[in-house]
């Protein structure tokens, strides 16, 4: 090859890879005010002890909610709950995928995991469910979204709309109900059965609160935007 054409061909390629445009990486996801918001006020430890030393008829139940997959960039934040009994036994475990609607609208898809029970207790790691991810580990349960608005300043009102979620139904019940009040310091979770004439079968009434959780030390609730444990999106689970 003649020398010249060769130089010539080598500025041309250093051009070229200096012109290139770098490949931007990925950024965080930008939600909005009410979705930071919801993510602060919903994640903690919480509990109805004080209820139930008041009133012996009601069982200890504790909420425990925490953020995972933070490094998951996408349009997306995930929260695992798990309800326990006075002891530590889990009594039900799901994943929530939180994205911001329109009007100030926030819907969370519920997930659970084949064999849920094998992981409960997660949420006391310094990164919960590190190893695992949603697209391969999680099974959407269909028919159960919820969705949240902000009533005033002082609450998050949501609850499922859909009258085809079966997860959770007892016996001949058709389909099941999902409700939640967020509160900065409280959490009111109601979860209700009904027949195919859409009767309630179980349940608090509508004029019942339903599970009355306070945070267990308002002291440490999570400020909005603050940061917590990443997990890796990428690893595979552990064997």
Request: hydrophobic residues 35%; charged residues 30%.
């Amino acid at each position: 090859m003649n020398p010249s054409r060769f130089l010539f061909l080598l500025i041309l390629i250093a051009a070229l890879l200096c012109s290139a445009t770098p490949v931007p990486a990925a950024e965080p996801p930008r939600f909005s005010k009410e979705m930071k918001q919801l993510l602060s006020w919903m994640s903690g430890d919480f509990d109805n002890r004080n209820i139930a030393k008041r009133d012996t008829s009601v069982a200890v139940r504790e909420a425990h909610i925490v953020r995972v997959w933070e490094n998951l960039y996408s349009d997306a934040a995930w929260l695992y709950e798990e309800i326990t009994d006075g002891k530590g036994n889990p009594i039900s475990q799901r994943f929530f995928r939180l994205t911001d609607g329109i009007n100030g609208t926030i819907e969370a898809v519920l997930y659970t995991m084949y064999d849920i029970s094998a992981v409960a207790g997660e949420y006391k790691k310094k990164v919960p469910f590190e190893g695992y991810e949603p697209r391969t580990d999680l099974d959407e349960l269909p028919d159960c979204n919820l969705f949240f608005q902000l009533k005033g300043e002082s609450r998050f009102q949501g609850g499922s709309v859909e009258k085809n979620c079966i997860h959770g139904v007892k016996e001949d019940d058709e389909y099941v109900m999902y409700s939640y009040t967020v509160y900065e310091n409280k959490v009111v979770i109601a979860e209700r059965g009904y027949s195919d004439r859409h009767e309630p079968r179980w349940g608090p009434t509508d004029t019942e609160k339903g599970l009355e959780l306070r945070r267990s030390d308002p002291e440490v609730a999570p400020k909005p935007g603050s940061a917590a444990a990443k997990s890796g999106s990428s690893a595979k689970r552990k064997k």
